[in-house]
């Protein structure tokens, strides 16, 4: 009997170090995570900071309401120094409009971090990757996808997001998701992992991760802060973000040793670039201009008609005069 028992520890304790050499691939690191309760003492989340329309509850972290012009960002306050990461956000994007709704969010490994701007509350010519939930339902310029729309950037401070044509110029790949008003958890996945950046969605209720895109030959430096970012314009919604862990994988053949603190974050591929085509310019006519306009119009073409059918009838009398 106390041979069985030795025999169960031990099978116990084999087990237990598999399992913990196991978890060392998906070890989290609570200095980049945010997981409820979000409050520290006072006003205080530890280890992030907000600003503008920012508003943090005991279930969730509003970045906006839903209201028009509104911008608010959530920013981690230490630098990631793990050089292959997942970052999992579960987030709700939701409002009250049923066709016209906007503008998204984004989700940020940036050099520069607090700083509002007009990339959906972050600046511009930013360094670092940028994840961007497009939502925006009148979208602009000419692309072949719907909204809402999810995109990466590669940024190396030279690069600017081209709002008006939803930054299709600039992006590495997409795909659609329709992540709006779910009445269920909605979750991304962000995996950088051996200069491969892997986006994944779990928005079908169904506990699964499925593959947005995959993209190869991205270099980013270590040592940029994660943040999520949201802004709304003349269309509005709520950006809930609800929880943030950030994971730290353990790659047995990454070459450890090499130093990227200093590297410049860049990537070897781009989707094809799009011509920048302009909007068409809105007619300077006022309202009465534009009816007086249509009334002549239509007036004319009553006197066409009017002609015409003159015309013809004069044309029939006449070939009824050459038969008498």
């Not at 205080?44 to 012009?69: A, C, E, H, K």
């Not at 602009?140 to 110029?169: C, E, F, K, W």
């Not at 995959?214 to 994660?226: A, D, E, N, Q």
């Amino acid at each position: 009997m106390h041979l069985y028992a030795l025999c169960l520890n031990a099978a116990a304790l084999l087990l237990a170090a598999v399992n913990a050499e196991w978890n060392t691939k998906d070890y989290m690191k609570r200095e980049h995570s945010l997981i409820k309760p979000y409050q520290g003492s006072g006003m205080t989340v530890p280890f992030w900071d907000f600003m503008g329309s920012t508003m943090v509850t005991s279930n969730y972290v509003r970045i906006t309401p839903d209201l028009q012009s509104s911008q608010g960002s959530l920013w981690n306050t230490v630098p990631c120094n793990v050089r292959n990461w997942e970052i999992q956000v579960h987030f709700k994007v939701h409002g009250k409009g049923k066709d016209l709704f906007g503008d998204g969010m984004a989700i940020w490994y940036a050099k520069d971090r607090m700083t509002p701007g007009p990339v959906f509350g972050n600046m511009d010519y930013h360094h670092g990757l940028a994840i961007v939930l497009d939502t925006y339902s009148n979208h602009n310029g000419p692309h072949n996808h719907q909204h809402p729309y999810i995109s990466a950037m590669v940024n190396n401070g030279t690069l600017h997001y081209d709002h008006d044509r939803d930054g299709t110029h600039t992006q590495l790949a997409g795909c659609e998701a329709k992540l709006r008003n779910l009445d269920h958890d909605t979750y991304i996945a962000i995996r950088y992992e051996q200069d491969i950046l892997s986006v994944s969605t779990d928005i079908e209720n169904k506990a699964a991760w499925k593959e947005c895109f995959s993209v190869r030959g991205i270099r980013l430096p270590t040592g940029y802060y994660f943040g999520i970012t949201a802004a709304t314009g003349d269309l509005s919604d709520i950006h809930d973000v609800l929880s943030v862990r950030l994971y730290e994988l353990d790659v047995p053949n990454d070459v450890k040793d090499e130093d990227r603190s200093h590297i410049i974050p860049q990537a070897s591929y781009f989707e094809s670039p799009r011509d920048h085509v302009d909007d068409p310019k809105p007619s300077s006519l006022g309202g009465v201009k534009m009816f007086l306009l249509m009334m002549v119009g239509a007036i004319a073409i009553i006197a066409c008609v009017v002609f015409s059918i003159m015309f013809y009838q004069k044309h029939q009398e006449n070939n009824r005069k050459r038969f008498y």
